[in-house]
């Protein structure tokens, strides 16, 4: 979002409800989503899983559900720019409304962030605006963090930096791993992803400054 202003009604009334999930590993989150489609906690049809890893294990539970997939290894092309023209190349003839980064691991440029404003998601494991970055379950963990947690928030040019569409808090305890800690945080992404999603794809949301309000 640059800048302070209000965005609502931005789905129309027959509204889109294609999503396009972006991943380059594992595919839990992205399992989620599935999940949350099939059983109607989301109104929502994932019309394509996209990878820039020919061995994402995610590109897996997305064939076994039916969903188409496409590989786009970033390494083919010179530039972010023309990997990406190629991303939203893929995106558009697919009629995408909403993307959501689930464990993709390339940061957007503009080339993708102005082809879908205010209509790509991210997942991080943190309580953000604190620990952005990699590793963020361990990053709480080594700060000694009392409390931890999951957000979804919209994408923007500034890493880990936009407008915030949910969040969940889990305890930190002292008998915790770092991957016993990202564990726990895990679920809690697996539960408010889908939420997040639904509620982006409801009509009437609104976002002010960086506050985003669902719709009613
Ligand atoms: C998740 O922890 C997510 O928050 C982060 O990357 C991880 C992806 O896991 N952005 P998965 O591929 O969804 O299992």
Same mark, same amino acid.
Request: include cysteine; charge should be neutral; glycine fraction near 8%.
């Given at each position: 979002?640059?800048?302070?202003?209000?965005?609502?009604?931005?789905?129309?009334?027959d509204?889109?409800?294609?999503?396009?999930? +972006?991943?380059?590993?594992?595919?839990?989150?992205?399992?989620? /989503?599935?999940?949350?489609? &099939? !059983?109607?906690?989301? $109104? %929502? #049809?994932?019309?394509?899983?996209?990878?820039?890893?020919?061995?994402?294990?995610? +590109?897996?539970?997305?064939r076994?559900?039916?969903?188409?997939? /496409?590989?786009?290894?970033? &390494? !083919?092309?010179?530039? $972010? %720019? #023309?990997?990406?023209?190629?991303?939203?190349?893929?995106?558009?003839?697919?009629?995408?409304?909403?993307?959501c980064?689930?464990?993709?691991?390339? /940061?957007?440029?503009?080339?993708?962030?102005?082809?879908?404003?205010?209509?790509?998601?991210?997942?991080?494991?943190?309580?953000?605006?604190?620990?952005?970055?990699?590793?963020?379950?361990?990053?709480?963990?080594?700060?000694?963090?009392?409390?931890?947690?999951?957000?979804?928030?919209?994408?923007?040019?500034?890493?880990?930096?936009?407008?915030?569409?949910?969040?969940?808090?889990?305890?930190?305890?002292?008998?915790?791993?770092?991957?016993?800690?990202?564990?726990?945080?895990?679920?809690?992404?697996?539960?408010?992803?889908?939420?997040?999603?639904?509620?982006?794809l409801?009509?009437?949301?609104?976002?002010?400054?960086?506050?985003?309000?669902?719709?009613?």
């Amino acid at each position: 979002m640059r800048g302070a202003r209000a965005l609502s009604q931005r789905m129309p009334a027959d509204t889109n409800r294609r999503i396009a999930v +972006l991943i380059s590993g594992r595919g839990s989150n992205l399992q989620a /989503l599935i999940d949350a489609c &099939r !059983d109607g906690r989301l $109104r %929502a #049809e994932i019309a394509i899983v996209i990878s820039n890893r020919a061995d994402a294990a995610g +590109l897996a539970r997305a064939r076994d559900a039916g969903i188409d997939t /496409l590989t786009i290894p970033h &390494r !083919d092309f010179s530039s $972010r %720019a #023309e990997f990406e023209a190629v991303v939203v190349h893929e995106l558009r003839e697919r009629r995408i409304a909403l993307v959501c980064l689930a464990g993709f691991m390339r /940061l957007l440029g503009a080339t993708f962030l102005d082809a879908f404003p205010n209509a790509i998601l991210n997942v991080h494991p943190s309580l953000l605006p604190a620990f952005p970055g990699i590793d963020a379950q361990r990053q709480a963990w080594e700060y000694g963090a009392k409390l931890a947690g999951a957000t979804v928030h919209f994408v923007t040019g500034e890493l880990d930096g936009g407008p915030i569409v949910r969040q969940a808090v889990v305890p930190v305890l002292d008998s915790d791993t770092p991957e016993t800690l990202a564990a726990r945080i895990l679920e809690q992404e697996h539960r408010i992803y889908p939420e997040a999603v639904a509620d982006v794809l409801q009509e009437g949301w609104t976002i002010v400054g960086r506050r985003f309000t669902p719709g009613q």
